[in-house]
Nanobody, 120 residues
């Protein structure tokens, strides 16, 4: 079993910054891509950013230039630095890891979510 534990959410004023962290632990053979997704009330979950093992990144257009995703492979941890936050960034943010728990067994894992609220 693999667990993803997120931290770093909270309440911030518009224009402020937050840094999210997500640490993976458990029966991990290797982790491929890691990423952050978010879900606002009444909306579908959407991709925020992803990062591969070699550091290739992908961002939603709505966060480009404001958010930065990074990872520490040795710690199985992914980060999301969020700057210039806007009220429309308010959502529950979920961490995702494309994980091998053995050489043959690959599965997607999700964290429990962390609330980010941006006040205007």
């Amino acid at each position: 079993q693999v667990q993803l534990v997120e931290s770093g959410g909270g309440l911030v004023q518009a224009g402020g910054s937050l840094r999210l962290s997500c640490a993976a632990s458990g029966s991990i053979f290797s982790i491929n891509a890691m990423g952050w997704y978010r879900q606002a009330p009444g909306k579908q979950r959407e991709l925020v950013a992803t990062i591969t093992t070699v550091g290739r990144t992908n961002y939603a257009d709505s966060v480009k230039g404001r958010f930065t995703i990074s990872r520490d492979n040795a710690k199985n941890t992914v980060y999301l630095q969020m700057n210039s936050l806007k009220p429309e960034d308010t959502a529950v943010y979920y961490c995702n890891a494309d994980t091998y728990i053995s050489i043959w067994d690959r599965k997607d894992y999700w964290g429990q979510g962390t609330q980010v609220t941006v006040s205007s």
